[in-house]
């Protein structure tokens, strides 16, 4: 009997089920895609901030003191320390490993630069530009191109040759003041300590790299004539913003805690296992970015939360009006059940029962749109998807049933109050 | 009683007998004009507020003379285009000598106050009771805390620390005495200005090319990493708040519509009635759209106000300074429930004409 109503009920009011389930369906889809976008624009807008470049950087802890002026370097290479190249591998298997999303390494001296038209002193920096490497199975390529994105190259990017055969000539490129000071250009021939360099593409960063020639690493170090060196690596890794447990020393907390230090991803504890790692090296926060990316990030995150939160309460709002609307309509129904003899339990678990149908199915519906919102959404804005989470159809469901119930109780009770006899003569 | 006050006490009275009804009606409305209300009070101030956390990267323009030091009318250029928000900070360096260990150091001379104000990153531990501040490394390899002995060429001096810090950056190898000292042990006067302009992404553009037009002679760099990323953050996130803002309002709004449609629907009773009485088709349409516009209006100021309240909330909550309410939204969203309103009730009203009253009065 029970069923039959329930049916019939779906049977013959189908408009008024239908506004019901399309309430219901929108604003789950609602809930879903902010859900879905709040969830993932922490990673997104993180993704954007990598192009404040490497966030820690490593120098050989035996080095002497950078002599640097206006971008010009007067320290020779020869002077201070380095890092194996062959160890900076070992980054990739720290515990944060997979946190690091890239690394530079660079080795620069001031050199002789033959020309066509003559010759000019300028800084040789090498590094990677996108080195293919790889660690146990996992294969990726890193270097400048990825740690520095906002270095611009017009002509063409070098290639990094772990060894490039001596009657090759290789690609380089020309910072864009030095080009325009010792007219340099695309396809250029240039000489440095005997060695030929062909300059593939003409560099500009807004800073010290615009005066200099920035070659593949190895064509550095066999000019400078120092194998596996490296004095300096940028370091990209994703942290999490620091808070003041990150600032406690680790070797001064209790292992419990300290495992709990070490095993969160915060810049301090990933360049405490980049210490292990690499013997003898130094590193440190890349400050103005360290200390702020987190800061911007939890402000977008905040915001993009309290956004979603207020669009799920008048979502919420929304369907329980819905809700309401539609019971509230149905009094003359609840009045004739209950002067054949229904009692108020009765009607109001047939009334609850419907609701959760309309919003099981709401819910599913909304949820699959709402998916293809967020990721449109993903899509249009960082050109990458938003992926929404099972976890989120759960959430959703629950919810539809809890907004339903809500919005449905109050119009219910109220349908019941009135006196049978009343509502059927449409007094009430 | 005249046609307007009848008017009125229908349209009150029909709100009034059916206090559940109408209210449901009200809520709908409120809850998309607060939405838009809040969503777009926010977007609107979003720019300047999310700009506003850049601040914390330090400089993000560097003028450099290229001969020369930068004059005092320079600056003051510098200063009319940056406006009184942005900071500036002169800068000279020269190199010195330490004179135990013979080491080279970088010596900077600059307001060390503005200094620190600019470069709020920079992790700063205050244990010395001199004047300059020390870069970390040259403590760890030089001073350990103790005074600076440095000899410029002709001249020298003790350095007395007021504090050490650490900035990832090349800084770490320098450091920084009051501007008078530098000026007076070197004889340098500063030729690069560190500068940081407050703004929106495109201020700080225009304000870094009226710099480049107005000083000829100087370099005027951005720092872009600094730069290009606070354009990307802020365009993303307001594209964002946009995105999600406007499928959310489209959506409420078809919630809302449902909503109202299925209300009028439900009062093909009334309807009938009245028409059985003798109304026209236009007396009703109108009786219905000026309660469905009532209704809205209702809605829409209650929905503004809390709109403005929640947006500056979040402000408060989120950027600790409040989005303040833009009375220019008002109208609009005023008029907009109102129309959608209109377009909600009259559609389904089309439907219930072609029916003959009788019929619905039958309960067909």
């Known amino acids: 009997m029970f069923l039959r109503l329930l049916f019939e009920s779906f ?9 019901a389930l399309l309430a219901i369906a929108l604003g789950m889809s609602i809930a879903t895609a902010m859900i879905a976008v709040g969830n993932d ?8 901030l990598r192009s404040l470049g490497a966030n820690l950087v490593i120098t050989p802890i035996e080095d002497t003191l950078d002599v640097n002026i206006g971008g010009v370097n007067l320290k020779p290479a020869s002077e201070g320390a380095a890092i194996p190249e062959q160890d900076l591998i070992k980054m990739k298997g720290i515990f944060w490993g997979h946190n690091i999303k890239g690394y530079a ?23 990677y530009f996108a080195q293919p490497l790889h660690h146990g199975t996992e294969e990726f390529s890193t270097g400048v191109r990825s740690v520095n994105p906002w270095w611009k190259v017009e002509g063409e990017w070098p290639q990094d040759y772990g060894d490039w055969p001596a009657q090759l000539v290789p690609d380089v490129l020309a910072g864009s003041t030095l080009a325009r000071q010792a007219g340099l250009n695309i396809g250029d021939q240039i000489q440095v300590s005997g060695r030929k360099l062909r300059i593939s593409g003409i560099l500009d960063t807004g800073s010290a790299e615009d005066q200099a020639i920035v070659a593949p690493l190895h064509i550095v170090q066999a000019i400078l004539g120092q194998p596996n060196a490296v004095q300096r690596v940028s370091v990209s890794a994703l942290t999490k913003p620091e808070d003041a447990f990150a600032r406690k020393d680790p070797d001064k ?34 400050r103005p970015v360290e200390q702020n990316q987190g800061k911007v990030l939890s402000r977008v995150t905040g915001l993009m939360l309290l956004l979603s939160l207020a669009a799920l309460l008048a979502a919420a709002l929304a369907v329980s009006a819905a809700m309401a609307a539609t019971i509230l309509e149905r009094r003359q129904e609840v009045g004739l059940m209950k002067s054949l003899g229904a009692g108020n339990s009765a009607v109001a678990s047939l009334f609850l029962t419907e609701a959760a149908f309309l919003a099981i199915a709401g819910g599913l519906i909304g949820f699959l749109a709402g998916a293809v919102l967020a990721h449109r959404i993903g899509q249009s804005i960082f050109g990458s998807a938003i992926v929404v989470h099972p976890v989120v159809l759960a959430v959703v469901l629950f919810g539809a049933v809890l907004v339903t119930f809500l919005g449905s109780a109050g119009a219910v009770r109220k349908a019941m109050q009135f006196d049978p006899a009343v509502v059927l003569r449409g007094d009430a | 009683m005249k046609r307007g006050q009848l008017l009125l006490r229908v349209l009150l009275k029909a709100a009034w007998v059916r206090k559940d009804r109408a209210f449901t009606a009200v809520v709908s409305v409120a809850v998309v004009a607060t939405i838009a209300t809040a969503a777009l009070t926010i977007y609107s101030d979003l720019e300047g507020k999310l700009s506003r956390e850049f601040r914390g990267f330090g400089a993000n323009v560097v003028v450099t003379k290229n001969s020369g030091a930068l004059a005092p009318g320079e600056l003051a250029e510098v200063r009319k285009i940056v406006g009184s928000n ?20 970088v010596v900077g001379g600059a307001d060390i106050d503005k200094l620190r104000e600019l470069n709020v990153s920079w992790s700063v531990s205050n244990t010395g009771h001199g004047s300059a501040l020390v870069g970390a490394r040259v403590d760890e390899a030089i001073t350990h805390g103790s005074d600076l002995q440095l000899s410029f060429g002709k001249t020298s001096a003790t350095i007395k620390p007021a504090g050490f810090f650490h900035s990832g950056s090349d800084d770490d190898s320098r450091v920084y005495i009051p501007l008078e000292d530098f000026v007076r042990l070197t004889g340098i006067q500063p030729n690069t200005a560190l500068v940081r302009i407050e703004g929106k992404p495109r201020q700080i553009q225009d304000a870094v090319s009226q710099l480049g037009a107005a000083l000829p002679g100087v370099e005027v760099k951005p720092v872009r990493q600094i730069t290009q990323a606070q354009t990307a953050v802020v365009g993303k996130t307001r594209s ?24 009028v629907l439900e009062r093909r009773k009334d309807f009938a009635v009245m028409k059985a009485l003798g109304a026209s088709n236009r007396t009703v349409n109108f009786l219905f759209a000026s309660e469905a516009a009532l209704l809205a209006l209702a809605g829409a100021a209650a929905g503004y106000l809390l709109g403005c309240v929640i947006a500056f909330w979040i402000g408060k909550a989120n950027f600790d300074a ?11 969203v005023l008029l907009g429930s109102v129309a959608l309103a209109l377009i909600a009730s009259t559609a389904p009203l089309r439907l219930l004409q072609q029916i003959q009253p009788a019929g619905i009065l039958r309960g067909e």
């Open chain 2, 322 to 332: 409040a989005i303040l309410p833009q009375p220019m939204l008002l109208l609009p």
């Open chain 2, 86 to 105: 942005g900071e500036i900070v002169p800068v000279g360096y020269a190199i010195a000598t330490e004179t135990t260990s013979q080491a080279r150091i």
């Open chain 2, 240 to 263: 964002v708040v946009l995105a999600s803002s406007a499928a959310v309002v489209v959506l409420i709004m078809l919630c809302m519509v449902a909503t109202f449609t299925g209300s």
């Open chain 1, 253 to 286: 907390l209790s292992p419990s805690v300290r495992e709990r230090w070490y095993c969160s991803p915060y810049a301090n504890s990933i360049a405490y296992q980049l210490r292990q790692a690499l013997p003898n090296v130094r590193v440190e926060q890349v």
């Open chain 1, 105 to 127: 390494p660079f080795l620069s001296d001031e050199r002789k630069i033959q020309t066509r038209s003559g010759e000019v002193n300028a800084e040789l920096i090498g590094t």
């Open chain 1, 11 to 19: 049977r013959r009011q189908k408009r008024r089920k239908s506004v």
């Open chain 1, 41 to 48: 624009i922490g990673d997104k807008i993180n993704q954007e």
